[in-house]
């Protein structure tokens, strides 16, 4: 017995395959081993472990770093003022939970800690908000990244694009170009034609506006998406036969995305997510097709890419489909993608503006008696409304600029940095990851800023010696923003359209065509509040509860000219 195991020498076992190759072959090995069949069992628990190990030291590996990172953002994260809730703030919760007033609830906790406060969203989710102005712009010229909900909301949509998505890299370029595209529409004198869409749109909408009456939110948004596809399309949009699938396929995705993209895994289990999937595909089909068409009417697509931004000075020229047959399957469909992220933002957005200056003009029958004579006197009696003839229309520019500080597009503009901590200049330093968030209603009706009406409908404020109204159409030259005032707070405390290296590359545009578009519809029509609906407006016109309005009926009256 000895003997047998005492001659059988383990070690004698080659103990990787290169070994048992380099030395004679099993033959060679201690006849104790039983050949073959043993060294290769041998080996295969040998590997076995090997592997198990790597992957072990692997996961702990990752595990700690896990653990190490999450240490860091606790350690960062306490040092900010906050609540001293632990891991997940119950207060944050119940408003999350209950779609609650997070404004009110981020305008308690600033009033106990100060301009910056932190709050947990979980435990591993840290949310920072601010409100002070000079740390508001520091913050959104330093935090370069979306939320990725936000990229994963739009490439749900979408598929694949350059713009909308987390990370600033990706989209850097594409703003640039389409900065160009859009600075070009503005050129004053450079593209007389750009807003000519506005009096098709009006005319090709004189059915629509001769109903009894029209409901302002689906009203707002027809008119945006007339708006922003006729820009994006040119001519080729106007006379396109898929256009009512199109507007509703649009109304359909921009209503769910977000909800959608909220599952960390998409849930294709769920029926209802399944038909959201078939109609972002139809709409994909439907933008494709006018892409086409506009391409093929040599209209004013641009290829928001990098190559189309180096082509751009020839497109500026007119030429601007030039290119469009070498470009890869790939850019084509980024450029889809960019375009229906355009279309999806850009409609919603403006027609959240538009629906909502069309309320006040229901409210305050006023201001619509003062637009309309500014409107007339500015118009020189030509019979064509010009671009030259809306800039000098300051009261209508103010008008709109101040329904946007007033009702912004959401309640919080939202950033993060994905890879670096953002170190302020008040000394504090938010984590890598943080969820920053600037809540605009404490921004934008800040009484220090704005003065004791700040919460009051008041175009006059815009018209006053310290705004400059002109800045609004001046092309940006490398500047993200409007330089709005003279008084710095003023302008980082304008912020409908964000500011700093992710602000609205579209907001001059769309502030310059929905002022074309309300001078052209009040040059024309009265706007008036529905019977049913003028007792309620009355009980709330003066009051920050707006919003809670209900989507309005208006009528749309023929003026005598
Ligand atoms: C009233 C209408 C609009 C409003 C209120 C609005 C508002 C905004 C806001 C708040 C942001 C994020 C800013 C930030 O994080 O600092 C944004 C981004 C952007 N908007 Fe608009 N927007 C409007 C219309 C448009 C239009 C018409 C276009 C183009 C056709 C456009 C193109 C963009 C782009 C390209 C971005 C940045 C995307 C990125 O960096 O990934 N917007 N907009």
């Given at each position: 017995m000895a003997s047998s195991t005492s001659s059988c020498d383990s070690t004698a076992v080659p103990f990787t395959l290169l070994g048992a190759l380099l030395t004679a072959g099993p033959a060679a090995w201690p006849a104790c081993v039983g050949g073959g069949r043993a060294f290769l069992?041998?080996?295969?628990?040998?590997?076995?472990?090997?592997?198990?190990?790597?992957?072990?030291?692997?996961?702990?590996?990752?595990?700690?770093?896990?653990?190490?990172?999450?240490?860091?953002?606790?350690?960062?994260?306490?040092?900010?003022?906050?609540?001293?809730?632990?891991?997940?703030?119950?207060?944050?919760?119940?408003?999350?939970?209950?779609?609650?007033?997070?404004?009110?609830?981020?305008?308690?906790l600033h009033s106990s800690y100060g301009p910056v406060v932190r709050l947990w969203v979980g435990p591993s989710?840290?949310?920072?908000?601010?409100?002070?102005?000079?740390?508001?712009?520091?913050?959104?010229?330093?935090?370069?990244?979306?939320?990725?909900?936000?990229?994963?909301?739009?490439?749900?949509?979408?598929?694949?694009?350059?713009?909308?998505?987390?990370?600033?890299?990706?989209?850097?370029?594409?703003?640039?170009?389409?900065?160009?595209?859009?600075?070009?529409?503005?050129?004053?004198?450079?593209?007389?034609?750009?807003?000519?869409?506005?009096?098709?749109?009006?005319?090709?909408?004189?059915?629509?506006?001769?109903?009894?009456?029209?409901?302002?939110?689906?009203?707002?948004?027809?008119?945006?998406?007339?708006?922003?596809?006729?820009?994006?399309?040119?001519?080729?949009?106007?006379?396109?036969?898929?256009?009512?699938?199109?507007?509703?396929l649009l109304m359909m995705v921009a209503k769910d995305g977000c909800f959608w993209a909220s599952y960390a895994v998409c849930p294709f289990w769920k029926p209802s997510y399944r038909r959201y999937q078939t109609l972002c595909a139809k709409l994909k089909i439907l933008t494709e097709s006018i892409i086409r068409k506009s391409r093929d009417q040599n209209s004013s697509v641009h290829h928001f890419d990098q190559r189309s931004y180096q082509k751009s000075e020839g497109m500026m020229a007119g030429h601007s489909l030039l290119g469009a047959a070498e470009e890869s399957l790939s850019s084509e469909e980024e450029i889809c993608g960019n375009i229906m992220g355009l279309m999806l933002h850009g409609i919603s957005t403006s027609a959240n503006l538009i629906g909502n200056i069309l309320t006040r003009l229901i409210v305050f029958p006023k201001l619509q008696d003062q637009l309309h004579a500014e409107i007339v006197a500015a118009c020189n009696e030509s019979s064509e409304l010009?671009?030259?003839?809306?800039?000098?229309?300051?009261?209508?520019?103010?008008?709109?600029?101040?329904?946007?500080?007033?009702?912004?597009?959401?309640?919080?503009?939202?950033?993060?940095?994905?890879?670096?901590?953002?170190?302020?200049?008040?000394?504090?330093?938010?984590?890598?990851?943080?969820?920053?968030?600037?809540?605009?209603?404490?921004?934008?009706?800040?009484?220090?800023?704005?003065?004791?009406?700040a919460g009051q409908f008041n175009p006059h404020r815009f018209l006053k010696k310290d705004i400059v109204l002109g800045d609004i159409l001046a092309a940006p030259s490398g500047s993200n923003g409007m330089n709005l005032s003279t008084d710095c707070a003023k302008t980082e405390s304008f912020l409908p359209f964000g500011s700093g290296s992710r602000a609205c590359v579209g907001q001059k545009f769309v502030i310059l065509a929905i002022s074309m578009f309300i001078a052209s519809l009040l040059r024309e029509y009265e706007v008036q509040p529905h019977p049913s609906l003028s007792k309620e407006v009355g009980s709330k016109v003066d009051s920050s509860h707006f919003h809670h309005l209900p989507n309005s009926k208006i009528i749309l009256t023929k003026r005598m000219i």
């Open positions: 069992r041998d080996y295969a628990q040998r590997g076995t472990n090997a592997l198990l190990w790597a992957v072990l030291l692997a996961v702990t590996w990752v595990l700690l770093l896990r653990v190490a990172a999450l240490l860091r953002l606790w350690a960062l994260g306490s040092r900010i003022p906050g609540p001293r809730a632990l891991l997940a703030d119950p207060g944050l919760a119940d408003v999350l939970r209950t779609g609650g007033d997070i404004t009110g609830f981020l305008s308690k989710q840290l949310l920072v908000s601010v409100k002070d102005p000079t740390l508001v712009k520091e913050v959104l010229t330093k935090a370069e990244d979306k939320l990725p909900l936000t990229g994963r909301t739009y490439n749900l949509a979408c598929g694949r694009l350059s713009l909308f998505v987390s990370s600033f890299e990706k989209v850097k370029s594409t703003r640039e170009s389409l900065k160009i595209f859009l600075n070009e529409k503005l050129t004053i004198g450079g593209n007389l034609n750009s807003f000519k869409v506005i009096d098709a749109i009006m005319y090709r909408s004189d059915s629509i506006m001769s109903k009894d009456f029209l409901d302002s939110r689906s009203f707002s948004w027809h008119m945006a998406f007339n708006i922003i596809g006729a820009t994006l399309f040119g001519d080729a949009f106007l006379d396109w036969s898929d256009t009512v699938t199109y507007e509703e010009e671009v030259d003839d809306v800039l000098r229309m300051r009261f209508l520019l103010a008008t709109v600029c101040e329904s946007a500080r007033l009702l912004p597009a959401g309640p919080l503009l939202q950033r993060c940095s994905l890879k670096h901590d953002l170190t302020l200049g008040s000394g504090i330093t938010v984590p890598a990851g943080a969820i920053l968030v600037v809540p605009l209603n404490l921004v934008q009706m800040d009484a220090s800023v704005w003065g004791n009406d």
